[in-house]
């Protein structure tokens, strides 16, 4: 081997050695920056004070107020025209019951668990291989990438398991997130007789039901009549997206290097 | 699938060991085996022997995504079950004993950890699985079934549970769940009799919900010795809790930067903590945390955070262990019963496993900490480095390098089973054509074969420049590609086409600027244009449309942002949909490239990685399949061989129906029957569909014998096949008589060493001896017969007693094989016929590498039909009766009958013998009084009025005839009904 090819390789070694040493804590650092950032909007309740935490209100559409509270719904205002009828039906949560977003609370600890990783690899820490390198950054991107699926992808329900609504017999409400939005989809509902002729077919599991979709609870078969859906943006959330696409580059491009 | 085919895997594993970076850890009960999993989806079994040695047995293949927990599943020492959840909410209940997949599931959640526990449900003790993880609650299964029966949630502030302990109340009998959750807050479920009995899905509320201020909670463990105390770790802090009242005792910091990641109670007055670079400590507790002391509880209240109590020793890892890469898995292992270990274990990136034997004893205070020196240490590479002989890869006899010792290794390979040819991409960039049954029968078996240098003959194909990723033979996929063309990919950015029959390199394309990662063939219905490409895929995050046709790149999609993980089509609309690892698509229109749509954030994405990540083997009616299978992207190819013992036996059967009868043969068919000698099955096939190409295919095959010999192709594949497979699976050294008859008469083979085989079990998943298991076979089998074996004492007729689904799966391969061959005319492995072709002069000028024989090989005569047809006789004879006899009960396990009963209607009419024949030798073999047993097991699960039935004790057989034509299964208690059923209609009237 010549003598210049070995100097190439002390050099591109040391070039290495800077890159774990440097680059990669400045890398993290931005990183963990952002993440903090992102960990900030999702209001984390410190245990015993959770009724301190900030109360939001967003107004969906022209329909009504809805009160966030961390990662759950606490008041809701929603006055909603019913098809067919003039009557407006209206909706208040009761004081002790709350709707809790699972969406918010899951990526809020995705995020999170992404930061401890970060967190335990500070400046002190010296990187030794690549591979290190590429495993922690792998660790994280997963984290990000699966808080970012759960804003992204909201859990498709089957009818009968989405949550029963407040009072309304023939109502039934499911909030959820999407993106950056909240969204609540009312059912309306249609009993059906018991041994109906109609072919009976029940609904798989879907985000949206379209009228007509049937299924099955308690032994009654209801098919729906109309759906309403109604959402608004929380500006949080989007800025929370942003954060987590912000993120995954460097992530990635740290990766490639 | 594999279905209910009887497909047997052989693997050759090559010297390198498989990347194992252990990501959860599991010691057995009774101390006989370590579990572990890793972060690429595999499952490692470790047998543990009672001097702490850890010999690697198995690896199981199921799960597409890293492991996240382990936990034993049930209770019985006569069978045990693991349970394995992987971070795609895959769960696979697994047989430890012969790796074997009873039941999996998939939930849209990802459990972080699982714990078998055993709920008092009257007078029955019913299995439960309490899993948490990445959802509120803890979800409560059925060990057995795998189906979420209730669960545990939280009504204040509901929160994911980091950690959760299971404790068993003596005072008022009941079992109470203690979980922390991520925001730090203790819960309390007690588990009533009536809440184990509920089935729906009635949620359970805490009964108790206290802050206790524990941040990033790692574990919770519960002093088994006191019963009064609770060890909660932190990644900053280790907290003792009152079991009683859960009132903080007292409080440990972190030292200076390190983490903890878990800790347990060693006993009464001791716990050990470790952290996340994989040190250990163990600290005396003190007074006001020791029940039996009079200061117990004399600090609640009044905590002092910072007061660290006295250091016992410490268990630093070693300092001339390999860099890891990502922090170790600690636990602690505390045997209840003999011989009552009490060993820390650790698993770390590198695969290796290592364990401490903590001590009891408390040493006299020294001026520094003692540390405990390590008892045992092995990891994966340095028990494959150990093996003598070593652990062959598939073509190392080609691939051995000049003044090194490890072979050149395979990086990508693909299989052509019309041809029986294997393409083999090197890290030196070479591609190696080798017929495959022949370069198996090397590494697998003795015989004159050794003597040959270069066998078996090859070709070799150079042009790239740096290591082989990916190779791509298209008209495998679709017969509309030039049968001629094969396609290779390279870390030197480059894509070539060759001609697999010339060895010519065809075309060069050079349109990625980074390595290529995947080379993927359009489906059936894309333009014409399209038709005709492959897709190559690079590490640049770009995709290329390469016409083989136009010898062109027609498409390069770049400009992706992230790795690409997926490519899909959709045809109709002339689209090629990519999938980013980000979890954004882009959508490019093929024809003309261009980019229609990005669209990030789809959800059908989630659906396309499962797609893409399913790396297990397909199968096709092949008799033989080699696919090449890697744990981890960086790892060299190892091939697992798939035998299908179905497919074996038409092919068999086929070939002796075409086989001419000599006094008829006539001049046309003479000629036929010397082009088939020369081209593929495949290819003469064609050839007779186009007669008209035949002038064209003369030509064609004139210049290709010009160019270079291959005599790739003189092999009779099929033959092959059954030699090789028979010779692994005959139980050799039980009959010196019976031994020399395979060798002599009927041509088989005898290994070189005990060979790895696999199982197929359930939904395609699949446990592969790794080659070390025999290591570990030979001590049991040592111990069991109290003299010291040697490797080649247990050639072939080890695999018999390793586990009784392997032995059934054997036996029935072996067997129906046998019957199938002795119904055969010339069924012998020596002799002419074995040969297609006729047998050439050695060329002039041929390279190296091809063939010299004929002259050193002595043609004996076959011996005549009656012989051959009596040896397979007793082949099939001493399989099926004399084995157990021979083999002695302690170094036998016999086969399963409910996998014979299985198989009492296969639609394969040999295997369907072979197993009525096996099972009717078991029935005699077990005795009424096992006859009996197996009756009084299978009861339960039948419908009550057959009990009446079964208890006639004159009729056994009967019944259990009854049962074998349906498929019982212990775990399927659901099929009973099918059963019933069939049961009333054949009930004698």
Known sequence: MSSASQVERAVLEEEFNWLLREEVHSVLKQLQDVLKEASRRFAMPSPGLESQLKQENFILG??????????????????????????????????????????????????????????????????????????????????????????????????????????????????????????????????????TTKNFKPAGSSVLHNPGAMFELNNNRFEVSHVHKVECV???????????????????????? | MSGNNLVLP????????????????????????????????????????????????AMLFGHTSSITCLAKANACTDKQYIVSASENGEMCLWDVNDGRCIEFSKLACAHTDIQFYQFTIGTQREGRLLCNGHYPEVLVLDASSLEVLYSLVSKISPDWISAMSIIRSHRTQEDTVVAVSVTGILKVWIITAEVSRMQDLDPVF?????????????????????????????????????????????????????????????????????????????????????????????????????????????????????????????????????????????????????????????PAPQHSTPELPVSCTLSLQESFDGLMPVSSGIIDQLSAQPGKEQPIKVTASVYIPAQGRLVCGREDGSIILVPATQTAIVQLLQGEHMLRRGWPPHRTLRGHRNKVTCVLYPYQVSPRYDQRALVSGGVDFSVIVW????GEMKHIFCVHGGEITQLLVPPENCSTRVQHCVCSVASDHSVGLLSLKERKCIML?????????????????DYLVVGCSDGSVYVWQMDTGTRSHTRPYLNLLCVLYYVLQGNLPKYSHNALVVQAMKTNVSDPDMHVLFFDVEAVIIQLLTEEAQRPNPTLVSPRACTRIFKQVKETMKETIKEHLLDDDEEEEEEQRRREEKSK??????????????KLFMSCLHAWGLNQQLDLICLERLGMLRPHCPISFGLISRGGHMSLMLPTFKESLLRKLSVATGRKLTLSDIVGKGTYGLSRAVTTQHLLSVISLANTLMGMTNATFVGEHMKKAPTRPPRPGGTPESPRRGSSAPQSSPPPQAHIKQ???????????????????????????????????????????????????????????????????????????????????????????????????LTQKKRTNRVASSLRSSLPS
């Not at chain 1, 500006?235 to 992530?251: C, G, H, K, N, Y």
């Not at chain 2, 802050?211 to 609770?230: D, K, R």
């Not at chain 2, 039948?942 to 299964?969: A, C, G, H, W």
């Open chain 2, 499 to 502: 001609d697999i029959f010339t």
């Open chain 2, 557 to 573: 999609a770049s400009r992706h942002l992230f790795p690409i993980q997926v490519i899909k089509w959709r045809p109709a609309d």
């Open chain 2, 10 to 57: 052989i693997v050759l594993w090559g010297r390198t060991a498989p990347t194992h970076c252990i990501s959860s850890l599991l010691v057995l009960d009774d101390c006989s085996a370590v579990i572990t999993g890793c972060h690429d989806g595999q499952i490692c079994l470790w047998d543990m022997t009672p001097e702490l040695q850890v010999p690697p047995r």
């Open chain 1, 62 to 195: 022209s329909e009504g107020v809805l009160t966030l509270q961390g990662e759950a719904l606490t008041q809701a205002d929603i006055n909603l025209k019913m098809a067919k009828s003039s009557q407006v039906l209206h909706f208040q949560f009761r004081d002790d019951k709350h709707w809790k977003l699972q969406q918010i609370q899951d990526a809020r600890n995705h995020v999170n668990q992404a930061l401890h990783l970060l967190n335990c690899r500070d400046d002190s820490y010296h990187f030794k291989t690549g591979a290190e390198v590429n495993k922690l950054m792998d660790a994280v991107m997963l984290q990000l990438t699966r808080a970012r699926n759960r804003l992204t992808t909201p859990a498709s329900l089957t009818l009968p398991s989405s949550p029963p609504s407040a009072d309304a017999g023939d109502v039934m409400v499911n909030f959820y997130i999407n993106l950056s939005k909240l969204c609540l989809t009312v059912y309306q509902l249609h009993v059906l007789p018991p041994n």
């Open chain 1, 234 to 257: 929380l500006p949080w959330l989007s800025d929370t997206l942003v954060f987590f696409t912000i993120s995954l580059q460097p992530a990635s491009s740290s990766k490639t290097r």
């Open chain 2, 709 to 722: 010999s291959l005599s790739l192709l003189e092999y009779n594949l099929t033959m092959d096949t059954a």
């Open chain 2, 871 to 969: 040896g397979w006789s007793q082949l099939a004879a001493m399989h099926c009766v004399m084995l157990p006899d021979l083999l002695g009960l302690d170094k036998y396990r016999p086969p399963l009958l409910e996998m014979l009963a299985r198989r009492w209607q296969d639609r394969c009419l040999e295997v369907r013998e072979a197993a009525q024949a096996l099972l009717l030798a078991e029935l005699r073999r077990i005795g009424v009084s096992g006859r009996k047993d197996t009756i009084d097991l299978w009861a339960p699960y039948l419908p009550q009025y057959v009990d009446t039935v079964s208890s006639r004790e004159s009729r056994p057989m009967k019944i259990m005839k009854f049962n074998q034509s349906q498929t019982l299964d």
């Open chain 2, 206 to 362: 805490e009964e108790e919900s206290k802050p206790i201020q524990c941040q990033n909670c790692q574990s919770i463990s519960f002093c088994h010795f006191t019963q009064n105390s609770l060890l909660v770790v932190c990644s900053k802090y280790w907290r003792v809790f009152d079991a009683g009242d859960y009132s903080l005792l007292c409080s440990v910091p972190s030292e200076a930067d390190q983490g903890w990641t878990g800790g347990d109670f060693i006993s009464a007055d001791k716990v050990i903590v470790w952290t996340e670079d994989g040190c250990s400590y163990i600290y005396k507790l003190p007074p006001s945390c020791l029940s039996a002391s009079e200061h117990f509880r004399s600090d609640v209240g009044k905590t002092r955070e910072g007061a660290v109590p006295p250091l016992i020793y410490k268990i630093a890892d070693q300092p001339d262990k390999k860099l890891l890469i990502c922090p170790p898995v600690t636990r602690f292992f505390f045997s209840r019963r003999e011989p009552f270990h009490k060993l820390l274990i650790q698993g770390d990136s590198e695969g290796r496993l290592s364990m401490w034997n903590v001590p009891d004893s408390t």
